[in-house]
């Protein structure tokens, strides 16, 4: 619902979502990569900003570190100016916090901090995540009014229709009688605890 609202005003947006199954979708490069991707192919300064990273690095045949790469994320802010960017990152909490020192998870609350506490006049941050309290901790001194959506009624209507997509579609569950998938439904959703 949110990419889609801010799809339609016309803003640039760049969307990242932690996958802990896909090993593409779990540390802080893989989401600077991505956004930089994205706003890359929708802003041709921020084409030009990754071109030229690009070439400072032997035309792609060095490795990029984590640092250039928020550098370069950084750049991009200022040099949109007034031009709004969205950072849209999903399921934060499935980033890994248990390997590395710091861990994946670590390095990305620390971006973020650092990008919100950098006060850019043109970037709007929204992050959803598991209640984690390390997440909790690190995120709730850079707002003043987060927002929770776990015991929101559309949330939770969200799950539900989720939750219910899945068992229609799923070959094996077709054949199971309407009051077991009417009952596996219900269950999954009251115990999805806003997941």
């Given amino acids: ?36 991707l994205q706003l890359c192919n929708k802003s041709g300064q921020c084409h030009n900003l990754l071109s030229q990273l690009y070439t400072e690095h032997n035309d792609g045949t060095e490795v990029l570190s984590e640092l250039a790469l928020v550098a370069c994320l950084k750049r991009t802010i200022q040099i949109l100016g007034q031009i709004p960017i969205y950072l849209v990152i999903d399921a934060l909490d499935l980033c890994p916090n248990n390997t590395g020192m710091p861990a994946p998870r670590e390095k990305v609350l620390d971006l973020l901090e650092d990008l919100i506490t950098l006060q850019y006049s043109n970037l709007r941050v929204c992050v959803t995540s598991g209640l984690e309290h390390d997440i909790r901790t690190a995120l709730a001194p850079l707002t003043s009014t987060p927002v929770s959506l776990h015991e929101e009624n559309g949330h939770r209507e969200d799950i539900t229709y989720y939750v219910k997509s899945l068992v229609h579609e799923d070959r094996e569950m077709r054949d199971w009688s309407a009051e077991d998938r009417h009952l596996v439904i219900g269950s999954l959703s009251e115990r999805a605890d806003g997941m």
């Fill in 1 to 36: 619902m949110i990419i889609e609202d801010i799809k339609s005003s016309g803003d640039l947006m760049a969307f990242f979502y932690f996958d802990a199954k896909d090993p593409g979708k779990c540390r802080l490069r893989d989401l600077l990569s991505s956004i930089l």
